[in-house]
């Protein structure tokens, strides 16, 4: 009897772990939703890295448009879409101090296109620009006074160089793209007292360089001509292909 209650506790056990097994046990996850953000050349761009280099030093090319807008002057400066930069605004003997890939960087774009485009009589301007880009990007005093008088002292000679009116498609690096459009007489697509309404002006989706839009090619409509006979032949087929009673 003994035997027959202890079995019996033994398979109540084991009904019990085998309900427990198959139970099903719901877990709840809180995941963090992130807030829609509007697309914004204000935000930092996409850089992107690719398999070339000059003069030893890696190139980058820009994936969209990078608009800055210099408050002292109220000058519009649109960096285009795959320009390439070095980030190298920066002469070698200021390296030490500055990383021409560090927190200048986004200045940098902002400096090269301006040298890239060489306006007579600008460079200092085009400095000046570099500083204060500089400091609104976050960098601190002492770097960016100290990127700014490098560029000043030993600058002169990568200013409005040839070689650098280059662009690249980063997925194909290696095919040299012709410009866009010919190299502008100055960098400043327009000017807006104190960069008034700028920050509107991007959200807007403005584009200072739009690309052009290529419609995909639609053959042309197939015109069908009734002949007269057409209904003749369609019931000669017809009384030829009906089965025989």
Known sequence: MKGLQRGAAILAGCATLLLGACATTTTTVYMPVAPTIKPSSLTPQPVILFNKQKNGRKLFTLNEE??????????????????????????????????PQGPTARAAIIHDWLYAIGQPGKREEADDIFYRAMISFGVNEMQARTAYTAVRTGGEKGYGLKGDWTFIDPTRPDILQSPPFAKPGTGTVRVLSKCAGFRDLVMSGWKAYPEKVILPATPPPVTVKKMPYDGLVDGIFKKKDKPKS
């Open 66 to 99: 990078f608009p800055y807008c210099d408050a002292a002057t109220g000058r519009v400066i649109v960096v285009p879409k795959w320009y390439v930069t070095d980030f190298a605004s920066v002469p070698w003997f200021g390296q030490g101090v500055i990383d």
